[in-house]
């Protein structure tokens, strides 16, 4: 993965209730910088900056209905037609990115139907190409540009 160093990226902070905080240039808003959190700002940065995914398509942290469960996604970059073209999760560094964390997305995934997954923990990254016609997704060497996303089509 061509990733830089997550400290190549500048960060607002500021301290409250004795706790640190981080601004969210995506959600233009402060939120309680968690080990999770500083992977989601690293990573979502070096997604618009180094592979050029548009922040103007960008929702981070929303609520998805899934049966009678709410759940809670990362972030989801999606197409100009509103069609969701990639779901990322963002686990902490300490977290490993395993089969959890891939049952996980795909449950997300079940409603929104990207084409791409991505999990990170910041040190490790997994993008996922969704093959819907065999019902399976194909692991990919390095995360596409958004040129790349933003011009295929699902299977």
Not at 39 to 58: A, C, D, H, I, M
């Amino acid at each position: 993965m061509d990733m830089k160093s997550f400290s190549d990226y500048q960060f607002r902070f500021r301290q409250k209730d004795g706790k640190r905080w981080i601004f969210d240039r995506f959600r233009k808003k402060y939120v309680i910088l968690t080990p999770e959190e500083w992977v989601r700002q690293n990573f979502l940065t070096w997604l618009t900056v180094e592979k050029g995914y548009p922040v103007s398509l960008l929702r981070v942290e929303s609520n998805l209905m899934l049966g009678k469960s709410m759940w809670r996604f990362d972030a989801v970059f999606f197409r100009k037609d509103g069609s969701p073209a990639v779901i990322i999760e963002c686990k902490a560094p300490d977290v490993p990115i395993g089969k959890e964390s891939f049952e996980q997305i795909a449950r997300y995934n079940q409603m929104l139907k990207a084409d791409y997954v991505i999990a990170t923990n910041g040190e490790r990254h997994y993008c996922c190409k969704m093959d819907y016609r065999s019902r399976s997704w194909v692991f990919l060497q390095d995360i596409p540009d958004w040129k790349a996303i933003s011009e295929s089509v699902s299977d």
